[in-house]
């Protein structure tokens, strides 16, 4: 699975470049949907209780009717989209849950091989949703991901603090 601080940081980012001024403290204090669905694996259906289309289409949705609520639903669906849509490049999801059973999968790779070759990969489709996905094993972060989180948090904490004293 992706690291915790991809499913962060990629989000934060792309809602940083979006959002309107409004709307960034929505943005900081949503962050946490973006993990959100990994909670599914204490369910026994990690990858597809949580990780599929229909919350985020159902959360735009209410974003989409609700003016006054618009921007929070908005950033809620698209901080559980980027996480559904990382862990589909990172070995798939069920997207169709409980619909259809198969996992959607991309893979789009480049590798340096042992003979220095450039190694790429890609392929997308549908694979069995065997048992091995059905909890969410492996790191949450590892070194490269809790640096990258430092690096970036720390930025966001200089922006939050510039920010603050220019109120
Ligand atoms: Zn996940």
């Known amino acids: ?23 960034l403290k929505y943005v900081f204090l ?13 369910a ?7 990780h599929n289309i229909f919350i985020p289409l159902i959360l735009a949705l209410f974003g989409l009717l609700s003016r006054k609520y618009r921007a929070i639903f908005l950033i809620a ?18 997207l169709f849950y409980p619909i259809y059973n198969g996992m959607a999968f991309v893979d789009a790779s480049l590798m340096m091989s042992q003979t220095n070759n450039l190694l790429w ?8 949703y065997a048992a091995g996905w059905k909890t969410a094993y492996g790191y949450i972060s590892d070194s490269t991901g809790t640096g ?18 220019e109120v």
């Open 1 to 23: 699975m992706p690291d915790w601080p991809i499913h962060l940081i990629v989000p934060l980012l792309a809602l940083l470049i979006v959002s309107r001024k409004e709307n």
């Open 30 to 42: 949503l962050l946490p949907l973006a993990l959100l669905p990994d909670f599914d694996t204490f």
């Open 44 to 50: 026994v259906q990690h990858r597809a209780l949580f």
């Open 77 to 94: 669906s698209v901080y559980i989209a980027s996480h559904v849509l990382l862990d589909m490049f990172a070995g798939g999801v069920v």
């Open 121 to 128: 990969t890609f392929d997308y489709g549908f694979r069995p």
């Open 148 to 165: 990258a989180m430092v690096f970036v948090l720390t930025a966001c904490v200089c922006v939050a603090y510039r920010r603050w004293r």
